[in-house]
């Protein structure tokens, strides 16, 4: 089964090259949307975390943002030290209709000793302020929440580490647009010093009845334990989402780093949720989702 769904995603990938491109038509052609690539100014810069800053992106010219699908994201184009231009995808963190584009961007460092930082995201973090531009292109993906839509069936958005942006976004959206809709919002960190959004899925939490989050760390600080600043203790995994979620009936979306998407998605298939429920943010092919073969002792 799982090979069939790779060789099925394979198939795919052309397709979804070719809706990318109508998708950056229809922006082109839709209010307040432009073609290639066109000036921001940075009108507010936050830190969420140690590691993750927020950048509120305005149009230099004046005038509205175009809407977007919740969980889409933009293209940065930035100057490179050789000369040229170098560009990164960035969620967009905020729901659609404000007078801004927000992005949420990690401050990438090299793995190991010896091997650069990000090079895009420490410009952003350490050389680009308020009043600053930047070139921006319109909103695309194919990783988006569909508001149209009306399910009875509860909404579970589960993250990990930066990926959180798309979900920050979705989950504003669906507050808004379908207040009565039962929502999980299930999200991982290392622990209090790089948890994004902390005090804002707080407040959440505590003003939405239908709201339940839940944040589990995997390195949590003797701090963190005492400020009793996240919910358990861990990797996320199934028996933590089935523990929280009523049925596995729901509509999941997911994002985050590569070993956590291939469990949860293998953990969804395992459970046999429609393939029509499942919703995933993932950079690569979609075979890098099959979990690696093990070989007999």
């Known amino acids: 089964m799982i090979q069939a769904w790779s060789e099925a995603y394979g198939f795919l990938a052309n397709i979804l090259i070719g809706r990318e491109r109508e998708i950056y038509h229809q922006h082109q052609i839709a209010p307040n949307g432009w073609a290639g690539f066109k000036k921001f100014r940075v009108?507010?810069?936050?830190?969420?975390?140690?590691?993750?800053?927020?950048?509120?992106?305005?149009?230099?010219?004046?005038?509205?943002?175009?809407?977007?699908?919740?969980?889409?994201?933009?293209?940065?184009?930035?100057?490179?030290?050789?000369?040229?231009?170098?560009?990164?995808?960035?969620?967009?963190?905020?729901?659609?209709?404000?007078?801004?584009?927000?992005?949420?961007?990690?401050?990438?460092?090299?793995?190991?000793?010896?091997?650069?930082?990000?090079?895009v995201s420490n410009f952003l973090h350490q050389g680009v302020n308020v009043g600053d531009s930047l070139e921006v292109g319109p909103p695309c993906g194919e990783f988006f929440l569909d508001l149209t839509e009306k399910h009875q069936r509860p909404l579970v958005l589960i993250s990990g580490g930066v990926g959180i942006t798309p979900t920050m976004s979705m989950l504003l959206s669906a507050l808004e647009v379908t207040p009565d809709r039962e929502i999980y919002f299930i999200h991982a960190a290392l622990n209090g010093r790089t948890h994004a959004f902390k005090n804002t899925l707080r407040d959440l939490a505590a003003s939405r009845k239908n709201l339940k989050v839940h944040t589990r760390y995997s390195e949590a600080t003797d701090g963190d334990r005492a400020t009793n600043g996240f919910d358990s203790e861990g990797f996320v995994d199934g028996p933590l989402i089935e523990s929280l979620i009523p049925s596995r009936d729901a509509d999941y979306y997911f994002c985050g780093p590569k070993p956590f998407m291939v469990n949860i998605y293998h953990q969804l298939l395992e459970w046999g949720i429609p393939a029509t429920q499942v919703h995933l943010e993932f950079f690569g092919p979609r075979?890098?989702?099959?979990?690696?073969?093990?070989?007999?002792v």
Do not use: W
């Open 43 to 119: 009108a507010r810069k936050e830190m969420e975390s140690e590691v993750i800053t927020s950048f509120y992106l305005e149009p230099q010219e004046g005038g509205a943002v175009p809407a977007f699908m919740p969980g889409q994201y933009i293209t940065l184009r930035v100057p490179s030290p050789c000369g040229h231009t170098t560009m990164r995808n960035y969620s967009l963190s905020d729901k659609p209709g404000q007078p801004h584009f927000r992005i949420s961007v990690k401050r990438e460092t090299g793995p190991e000793a010896g091997t650069p930082d990000g090079f």
């Open 287 to 296: 075979q890098g989702l099959q979990k690696p073969a093990t070989c007999p």
